[in-house]
């Protein structure tokens, strides 16, 4: 099992869908503004490559 990066995202998991609402937010706007979660990878970053997935240990 292996992890691959997401290649719309770039592994952030995020994806910009308003360039001048995400380097200019207006004021009051969420966090979030102008980018929303990679729909390819569900906002992971990273695909599971098959097997299953990894279990982080909190
Ligand atoms: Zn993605």
Not at 15 to 39: F, I, M, Q, R
Request: proline share 7%; with cysteine.
């Amino acid at each position: 099992m292996s992890l691959i990066q997401c290649e719309t995202c770039a592994g952030n998991g995020e994806v910009v869908t308003d360039w001048n609402v995400y380097l200019h937010p207006p004021e009051g706007s969420p966090a979030d503004a102008g980018v929303k979660d990679c729909s390819e990878c569900d906002g992971n970053g990273w695909f599971d490559d098959g097997g299953y997935a990894p279990t982080s240990s909190r």
